[in-house]
């Protein structure tokens, strides 16, 4: 328990994709994080992550809602509730002392650290102790450039694991290190390569990234789901998608979802152009939210997506 008796809270933030629960399924597998209870809020109504993180000792997820803007009162509402289930349990044991909350990759966590701080009953039982902020080492650098959310998330965090270093070149990391550097002198900074610690390259010399004024104007990000059914055709598919990220993989900015395929059932993903070969998931733990693929992106309608892929590959 935290020494002033409340409940310790870690934030996990990052862009769309960064790798926060890659990273959080291998500090669980590790060990890390053995005490909290996570909580997992995505853009999304279907949730994935949550079946991806198997190893937490308890997980709620939150869905439907960015917990910085449009989920704001669910979130509050959600630690008001453990908290008050927490006061009640008498045996310290018990008791919850640690909650992470794995934002959204649309989320700024100080939006919803000021949330909780400013709550006139969660202040005097909850504590953010860390925020810790996923920065992806392919995309960071575009992301920076080009996202005032994505600089927000990076100015607000305790600590920054840049993550994907196994696949970026050296100098690109380099040159992203010392971006960060400069926006949040403050942090800790490490490394990951899927999850595991993985070293930095020197950014001593490194040239950090020009990051122009942005402009607050830019169209929303926004969220479309499509339903596959049993008519889909896997093979057109598949076609499709890839059709669609190398077409529009500046605008689609990640895709994600289970569906139950001839093969088993399968977790895909990708993050702009950057398509993760399928994974396999259990069969034993199907959910009502199998079958639907979620698209995050802006600069399109997502009623002409499914209509695209209704066209190509039967379903949508
Ligand atoms: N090569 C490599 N790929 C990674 C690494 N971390 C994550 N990925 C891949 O990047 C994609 C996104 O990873 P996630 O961990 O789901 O990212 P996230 O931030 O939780 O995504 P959202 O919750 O949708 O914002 C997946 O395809 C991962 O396999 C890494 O360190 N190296």
């Known amino acids: 328990m935290s020494a002033e008796g409340r409940v310790r809270l870690t934030v996990l933030g990052g862009y769309l994709g960064s790798g926060k629960t890659t990273w959080l399924r291998h500090q669980l597998h590790a060990g890390a994080y053995r005490d909290a209870l996570i909580l997992v809020n995505e853009a999304a109504e279907t949730p994935v992550d949550d079946a991806l993180l198997t190893e937490a000792a308890g997980l709620e997820v939150l869905a439907g809602g960015c917990a910085c803007c449009a989920g704001r009162d669910a979130l509050v509402a959600l630690l008001r509730r453990l908290a008050d289930t927490r006061s009640r349990v008498r045996s310290d044991d018990a008791r ?55 600089r927000r998330q990076v100015e607000t965090a305790d600590r920054l694991v840049v993550t994907k270093v196994d696949a970026a070149a050296p100098d690109d990391v380099a040159r992203l290190v010392a971006t960060l550097a400069r926006l949040n002198p403050g942090a800790a900074v490490s490394g990951a390569a899927k ?38 055709d896997w093979p057109a598919f598949t076609v499709w998608l890839s059709a669609l990220l190398h077409a529009r993989g500046d605008d689609v900015v990640r895709v994600k979802g289970v569906v139950r395929t001839p093969a088993g059932r399968l977790l895909l993903q990708s993050v702009r152009r950057v398509v993760q070969a399928p994974e396999r998931l259990p069969d034993t733990v199907e959910r009502g939210t199998d079958d639907t693929i979620v698209v995050i992106g802006r600069g399109y309608r997502g009623e002409d997506l499914a209509r695209s892929l209704a066209r190509f590959a039967g379903a949508g």
């Open 96 to 150: 919850l002392d640690h909650i992470l909350l794995e934002t959204s990759g649309l989320a700024d966590p100080g939006a919803i650290v000021a949330a909780i701080r400013a709550d006139p009953v969660l202040v005097h039982h909850m504590v953010v102790t860390e925020i810790v902020v996923a920065v992806d080492a392919l995309h960071g650098a575009a992301q920076l450039a080009g996202e005032a959310l994505g």
């Open 195 to 232: 999850g595991d610690a993985h070293p930095l390259p020197d950014h001593a010399e490194a040239e950090p990234i020009a990051l122009p004024a942005l402009s607050a104007d830019d169209a929303p990000i926004f969220t479309t789901r499509l339903t596959l059914d049993e008519r889909i």
